[in-house]
Structures are given as C-alpha cells and as structure tokens.
C-alpha cells in the first residue's frame, strides 16, 4: 500500500519561509519522479516542484524558481519555501508519478497516481 505523509504547512507572513516534507512508503522512492503541487481556493492544482526519481535533477514552476528548494533524502522529499508571498497560498499535495523512471516529470496531475493528503499554507500580507 502506498502511502504519502506531509507535514510542515502553516501560516506565515509575507516573506517568512516554511518547509514541507512528505515522506513516501510501499513504493520504490528511487524509481519514480516526486512532484509537489498546491491549489488554492476556486483555482485547478497547478504544478510547483519536482525531483528527478533518482535525484539527478530538479524542475521549478516559474512562479517560485529562485525562492522554493525540492530535495529528496532516501523517502523523504522536502521542499523549502522562502521569501512567501500571499499568492503561494493554498493546499500542497505532494506525489509520486505513475510511470518509472520517467525522464522528465510531469508537471500535470492527471499524470500522477499517489498523492498525499495536503498540508495547508497560508501566507498574510
């Protein structure tokens, strides 16, 4: 049974940090790709992060290239968020793409089979 923990969200203000984990367990973590997406109220989940299945690379939404960091130790992928801003708000849901060893990851969730339950972070101006 594959599962997916998060922890970490929060409410911060503008420009503070917090950091997401999302531990990974009855899957391979090094065969497939970790993405972390968010939704925030009204709007479809839009891609963030993701970590390469064996953490060769790493992938930004332009939106929080230069203030987000994904790593990924052994099951557990993190993802460091800095210098917040009211618009990062919404649901973070990590997950772990369907297909092995892809060689880019998807940056769209149909393409994702496992989620996590999602962490709420709120950030205030």
């Known amino acids: 049974q594959v599962q997916l923990v998060e922890s970490g969200g929060g409410l911060v203000q503008a420009g503070g940090s917090l950091r997401l984990s999302c531990v990974v367990s009855?899957?391979?973590?090094?065969?497939?790709?970790v993405a972390w997406f968010r939704q925030a109220p009204g709007n479809e989940r839009e891609f963030v992060a993701a970590?390469?299945?064996?953490?060769?690379a790493t992938y930004y939404a332009d939106s929080v290239k230069g203030r987000f960091t994904i790593s990924r130790v052994g099951a557990t992928t993190s993802l460091q968020m800095n210098s917040l801003k009211p618009e990062d708000t919404g649901v973070y849901y990590c997950?772990?793409?369907?297909?092995?060893?892809?060689?880019?990851?998807?940056?769209?969730?149909?393409?994702?089979?496992?989620w996590g339950q999602g962490t709420q972070v709120t950030v205030s101006s």
């Open positions: 970590v390469k299945w064996n953490n060769a």
């Open positions: 009855g899957r391979t973590f090094n065969s497939y790709n």
């Open positions: 997950a772990t793409e369907a297909s092995r060893q892809q060689n880019n990851p998807s940056r769209a969730p149909k393409d994702y089979d496992f």
